[in-house]
């Protein structure tokens, strides 16, 4: 029944490591998000990708990949962590860009 | 490009009481404008939205207002309960298709 989901949902991990997050959505969308949420609870689009294409790449350090296989998963990956990657990581999905977004569950990321 | 503010960040009401949360925008060609409510721990979710050729929308104790003119919408909470407690997120659908969300309103209702 889960629309959209997030592997894992915590990872701890040290800095200079690389990491994935794995987001699927079961939904049918075609677009699909990726969110940064500081300790201040503010929430920042990173990217979005519509049928596989990328078509939102904001200012994220390049260490940030994603990466879609198919319309119904967008995963990130994250080269060298640093302390300031600590955040928890939204995926989101809609219909279409510009449509009713809905998130997934999160994943908390703390590198010490 | 599109910026959100949003006002007050904290907002501590009277069980029953009203709430009001108010943010403005500063792209006019945004056109959508959702509300998320976010409790401890858990996703943001969609509570109510507005598009840009309506000036309200209500669904139950939830409303929603829009001008247009002034660029400016607020969230409008009637009858508060202590399960409305949660942090409340604006947000602007700009013209590249980016939602920017506001800095959000901690809501606390006291039983």
């Known amino acids: 029944d889960t629309a959209v989901s997030q592997t894992p949902k915590y990872l701890v991990t040290q800095m200079g490591n690389d990491k994935s997050i794995k987001c699927e959505q079961n939904l049918g969308h075609d677009t699909m998000y990726w969110y940064k949420q500081d300790s201040k609870k503010f929430l920042k689009i990173m990217f979005s990708?519509?049928?596989?294409?990328?078509?939102i790449n904001e200012t994220v350090p390049n260490r940030f990949s994603p990466k879609s296989p198919d319309k119904a998963h967008l995963n990130l990956h994250i080269n060298s962590l640093e302390l300031g990657d600590s955040a928890v990581y939204f995926c989101?999905?809609?219909?279409?860009?510009?449509?009713?977004?809905?998130f997934g569950p999160g994943t908390r990321l703390t590198v010490l | 490009g599109e910026n959100v503010e949003q006002h007050p960040s904290t907002l501590s009401v009277q069980e029953g009481d009203s709430a009001v949360i108010k943010c403005t925008y500063s792209d006019s060609a945004s056109n959508y404008f959702p509300w998320y409510k976010q409790e401890l721990g858990k996703r943001p979710q969609l509570i109510i939205d507005i598009r840009s050729n309506v000036g309200e929308k209500k669904d139950q104790r939830i409303a929603v207002t829009l001008n247009k003119t002034a660029k400016h919408f607020s969230l409008h909470i009637t009858e508060t309960q202590p399960e409305d407690s949660a942090v409340y997120f604006c947000?602007?659908?700009?013209?590249?298709?980016?939602?920017?969300f506001g800095s959000g309103t901690r809501l606390l209702v006291r039983p």
């Open positions: 990708y519509n049928n596989k294409e990328l078509i």
């Open positions: 989101a999905s809609s219909h279409s860009s510009g449509g009713e977004q809905f």
């Open positions: 947000a602007a659908l700009d013209s590249s298709y980016k939602l920017i």
